[in-house]
């Protein structure tokens, strides 16, 4: 309770104030106070109107953050008070920042980084969509008494490799942990206190060795990675649980429409849980004209459509859609949605503007909640997730079947035993990744050796392969080496998924 004459604290049953001397009466308790410098509070205003202090307590943590990783825009958002809420990053307090880097360099020598919406006016004025004027990962080019060099920190980080900046080269997981450090320091300032960790939504087509490298970048910069989830899957995740009232049945087609990229995935909802059935993605090239990126992205569209049917196995599974949405910076280009129509027989929901972002962001923050166990009236919806890519497991060049096939809701778990194939005490094992079936796209995802410590194995023993994926989209691989009554004389088991080290490193 506080003095309606100058808003200082009251203790219980005070009938005078302390400060002031003011009497006590019951108008003191229907008015708030700031805090911090005792102006008067509008009713339900978060922040003070005078000096900008928090109004209300702070929800207890522990807080993970849901961040959305895709293109060269990235956007925070975190579950707080029983729904996701948009963190502001950049100083128009937009949720919404390019993920660029901007270097100077004077002399042979880096000295100046920067980030975000500012340093993207100051190169191309009131132009805020990096692909009309970035020709490439990354471009140098000279100003005066120096040169710049601007990087597209995630299609660097997604290509791999280093930039040579002035005399010195940095990788693609420095760069991208000098980017990231500035979103865990935001992030830290809106909250109040640090992140208990985070949840990255990437795009459809990140293999493992790709979120391997993202995940290495998180730990440099300070973040505990929760989990590494498809970016369409998070979308469907925020999208559904905003749009869908309580207890509605619905089955859904959500289509994104990136400036490079078309992807689509059909969600079921009923009850409290939201499942994903099937997803699939097109990646279209990026530097072209708009009219050019028009017809690719309709193409795309077309082709995405009937990856879902293929996916399906239901030539008509249109016909079960309850509805039809779609979103994306380029899902309002002209004739888009029209095509859309007349190949799902439904008219499209336009997810308007930037709820693109928000969306994937609001469900990897959902996805944080269900992490921090947060117990709120609003029950958070179950999620069902499914794999965006096949697996493949090869023990001595021999070679196991697809263990883990894509739209696998998981947490799940496939075996397999190769006969024969240990002839030596060394095992050779590789995963192998791929978003076909036929394994025509596949590359290797992780390579391990591994000493069985054994010395005889007559004709050769046989090897039980399994890959168990768990909720939190982590792949583990185990291979148990059996003689042959069945008896497990070695196992081996990793995580696919490299999550580095926790040592501490030096950021940019």
């Known amino acids: 309770m506080c003095c309606k004459n100058c808003g200082a604290s009251l203790g219980a049953g005070a009938k005078f104030c302390s400060q002031c001397g003011a009497p006590v009466n019951a108008g003191a308790e229907t008015k708030k106070y700031c805090r911090n410098c005792h102006s008067e509070l509008e ?82 004025g009131d132009k805020q969509d990096g692909h009309q004027f970035l020709p490439e990962v990354f471009h140098e080019y000279t100003v005066s008494g120096g040169s710049r060099t601007v990087i597209r920190i995630w299609a660097l980080l997604r290509k791999g490799g280093s930039v040579r900046i002035g005399r010195l080269t940095y990788t693609a997981e420095e760069i991208a942990a000098a980017y990231l450090k500035r979103q865990l320091q935001a992030a830290q300032s809106y909250l109040g206190r640090k992140p208990a960790g985070v949840v990255l939504a990437v795009p459809w087509d990140w293999l493992e060795p790709q979120k391997a490298a993202l995940r290495r970048a998180a730990i440099r910069a300070g973040w505990k990675v929760r989990q590494i989830a498809c970016g369409i899957s998070m979308l469907g995740y925020g999208a559904v649980s905003r749009n869908l009232q309580k207890g509605e049945e619905k089955e859904i087609l959500l289509c994104y429409l990136g400036p490079n990229c078309v992807e689509a995935g059909i969600f079921e909802a009923g009850g409290e849980i939201i499942e994903k059935k099937v997803s699939a993605g097109i990646r279209t090239v990026e530097r072209m004209s708009d009219d050019e990126r028009r017809m690719a992205q309709i193409k795309g569209l077309e082709m995405m459509v009937r990856e879902v049917q293929r996916e399906y196995g239901n030539p008509d599974i249109f016909k079960r859609i309850t509805e039809v949405w779609i979103s994306g910076e380029m899902a309002d280009t002209s004739g888009v949605k ?14 308007s503007g930037e709820a693109g972002h928000s969306y994937i962001a609001e ?13 709120t009236a609003e029950i958070l919806p179950l999620f069902l997730d499914a794999v965006s890519s096949c697996y493949w497991v090869r023990v001595n060049g021999v070679e196991a079947g697809c263990l883990l096939n894509k739209n696998t809701t998981f947490p799940n778990a496939r075996f397999e035993i190769l006969e024969k194939c240990v002839k030596t005490r060394i095992l050779e094992i590789e995963v192998l990744q791929g978003f076909q079936l036929s394994g025509k796209d596949r590359i290797p995802a992780a390579k391990y050796q591994f000493d069985t410590g054994l010395s005889a194995f007559g004709e050769g023993m046989d090897a039980e392969v399994r890959l168990d994926m768990d909720t939190s989209g982590v792949c583990q691989v185990i291979v148990c080496v059996r003689d042959g009554y069945g008896k497990a004389l070695a196992e081996f088991r990793t995580e696919i998924t490299a999550k580095g080290g926790e040592d501490e490193y030096g950021v940019l």
């Open 363 to 375: 469900g990897a923050a959902l996805k944080g909640g269900v992490f921090d166990g947060k117990k």
């Open 43 to 124: 009713p339900g205003a978060l922040f003070c109107p005078e000096c900008g202090y928090r109004a209300v307590e702070i929800e207890e943590g522990p807080f993970t953050i849901g961040m959305e990783i895709g293109g060269d825009r990235t956007c925070m958002a975190v579950y707080r008070g029983g729904t996701p809420e948009m963190i502001p990053v950049s100083r128009e307090q937009t949720p919404v920042t390019p993920a660029l880097a901007f270097v100077e360099t004077e002399d042979g020598v880096a000295v100046q980084w920067s980030y975000g919406w500012e340093a993207l006016r100051d190169d191309v």
């Open 338 to 351: 029209e095509r859309l129509q007349m190949l799902t027989g439904k008219a499209p929901v336009w997810l």
